[in-house]
């Protein structure tokens, strides 16, 4: 699992010829930041999740900026931006909208016309019209997002420090296992 896990993640090379990285230059050539190591993965995971549910744009370029100034795995923190996708756009920003809701009490009898308007396809994309969809959802969209990015960034970073516990006690057992079936 750890292999395919690997072969998913951005390579060296292909994250230092991005044009959205090249800003960050030398820097990109420490190998602490592309070593799998606990706390750099667990870290870059908890980054990309919280960058790829607060921003909507230009997460892999904020998300790996801010892996490298903490010291963190960059290519898992590229990769957990993916966590919102074209797929999963939809319920995030839905449920990030009723959670901004709820927390400013405001009536949520208008939360789906609200939404309906934000996802409206058949509406003109013209700056002006985008940005009136956006501000009839705004405070608690905004609100929402930031509450589940922090939440999922702040849980990311100790289910993936526990998971690789696990793995790493799991292997101690099954080597273990191994060793005393050679002794017998």
Avoid: C
């Avoid at 009839?136 to 420090?161: D, E, F, Q």
């Amino acid at each position: 699992m750890i292999d395919r896990l690997k072969r998913l993640l951005p390579d060296v090379e292909s994250v230092r010829n991005n044009r959205w990285l090249r800003w960050l230059g030398p820097t990109l050539h420490d190998p602490r930041l592309w070593r799998p190591t606990r706390h750099g993965v667990a870290l870059g995971v908890a980054l990309g999740i919280f960058f790829g549910l607060l921003v909507p744009l230009a997460q892999i370029p904020l998300s790996a900026g801010t892996a490298v100034l903490l010291r963190a795995n960059v290519p898992t923190a590229i990769a957990s931006t993916l966590v919102s996708n074209p797929v999963t756009f939809g319920p995030i920003y839905y449920m990030a909208y009723r959670i901004g809701n709820t927390l400013l009490g405001e009536d949520d009898a208008h939360a789906p016309q609200d939404m309906a308007k934000l996802a409206d396809e058949s509406a003109a994309a013209t700056p002006a019209n985008t940005w009136e969809r956006i501000t009839s959802v705004g405070k608690p969209l905004l609100l929402g997002l930031a509450v589940m990015a922090s939440a999922m960034g702040l849980l990311a970073y100790p289910i993936v420090t526990w998971l690789w516990q696990l793995k790493t006690w799991l292997s101690g057992r099954r080597h273990d296992r191994s060793v005393a079936k050679q002794e017998d």
